[in-house]
């Protein structure tokens, strides 16, 4: 079955399309409907749709640059364009994007089936002559983007250090012969709570898209691969190269802006030029220290070489004895937060624990060659010591999901927020936990009084059933509920023997022994104390 896609922004208009058609017969289903231009292109991504039927006029994204970005991504989609007399006209700029079929409005249910019909023939006629050549051409090319990425992914993991041309080629399918080396990375910001939602990954797509579109004109040879929030990119240039790639860089990243919404930030950030293939993964880590930039100096810019402050075109010269200086001063401020978040873990308290962040980030920013990545190892720094300090078994889960929250946020400011919540979260888990582990043994304890309590029990026999001493239990007890065992023991029995005497005609002498006495007088003597009444007295008015 061909899968069809409908886009229109007037919900009647999808529903009429639905109808109008017997799907069945023309070997199609749709697959989804969408109202609006961005709404479609999730779809198209997820669903990978044969056919996209779209109005020319919608919000968001308009029929045009949906079928420019649709085509884009998948050149063989058919598109039928719907469209109204007064813009009909206009309509006919869309041949350049090779629109299959236009459907004017109202719409005609014969010329709806009948174009259908002629893109589905398109659809199984390209189909059908594919050929084994192309399959392998397309097996080769995937296979060159997984050694790419494996290559991008090597450099992360500082698995390569000095490669060759020759490596770089044999080993990556990369060829970088007689030119110039950068890395490029484009970093996405945004709430760790809607990094995994659909718009994340058109976001990634398009941005893929475009960086290709930037640099393909300029370079011998690229790649581009994203690694969880940021798209590292490889270019082969020409000598002399760099300053249009720059320039092209820089439009992509306007252009992505200007199409951004909502808590989504995208910087840029391009590493030093290499001139051999050797100084490659230099470009890559210089690239990762420029992109940490953004957190003092703020996204939505290109930074370039950690060598200089360049930002937007101003630069100035870093001095790196003036750094390693600052990196002292750290390490000593981190000292003094690791004291204060000792304390705070040992009294689980939430102030001490906010204190303690809110001096090291106030510190931390008057530090007068203040470097982005600085500031981004202070944090994850300070993350990793509150992580031991409250985790007995090294925290390896918790330092992922922290270092996770930290790689999405675009400012100092929003970094050790993360700080900070995170640190209240895993403070509050750990004081419900305890709290838990307190009342576990009196819940236990009281589920083995309602089991039992018709038999002889002890106090000594629930601790001994429970597994916890009888000093510690007693005291944890009185302690959590505010009496004494026996009493509470006492007045469960009373409980089930009132309920006794009101629903039954059990002589007392019967009801004593069922809720766990074995002498009358001390089981009446017991009642009396409890409810004011003598179990006889109380049958009389309650029974």
Known sequence: MLKVIIADDEERVCKLIQMLVDWGALGMEVAGAASNGLEALELLERLKPDILITDIRM?????????????AASPNLEIALISGYAQFEYAQTAIQYDVGGYILKPINKAVLTETLEKLGAKCRERAASATAAEKMQQDSQKGAEILRGRFIEDLLQRRVESPSCETLEREYGFGARGGRLMAVIIKIDCPYEIFNSRSIDVIMKTAEEAFVSAVSAYCGEYMFKFFQSAGYGILSYQAGGRAPIRRALRECLNGLEARLFGSVELTFAVGKEAARAEELPDSFRDAQTAIAERLTEGTG??????????????????????????????????????????????????????????????????????????????????????????????????RAEFEGRCALCGSATGLFGALREFQRRRLAETREKLENDAIRPIRSAKEYVMKHYGEQISLEGVCAAIGFSVSYFSSLFKKETGEGFSKYLARVRIEQARELLRDTDLPVSEICARVGYNDVKHFTATFRKITDLNPSQFRRLYG
């Open 301 to 398: 810019r290109m930074y370039e070489s950690a060598a200089w402050r360049a930002v937007d075109g101003a630069a100035g010269l870093i001095n790196e004895s003036a750094v390693a200086a600052d990196g002292r001063a750290a390490d000593r401020l981190l000292e003094k937060y690791g004291r204060a978040a000792a304390r705070a873990v040992e009294t689980l308290s939430l102030d001490e624990s906010d204190a303690a962040v809110d001096e090291l980030y106030e510190s931390v920013l008057k530090l007068d060659n203040l470097r982005g990545a600085m500031v981004l190892e202070t944090a994850l720094a300070a993350g990793g010591m509150f992580i031991m300090r409250i985790c007995k078994d090294g925290g390896v889960d918790l």
């Open 59 to 71: 919000p968001g994204c308009d029929g045009l640059e949906l079928i420019e970005r649709a085509k």
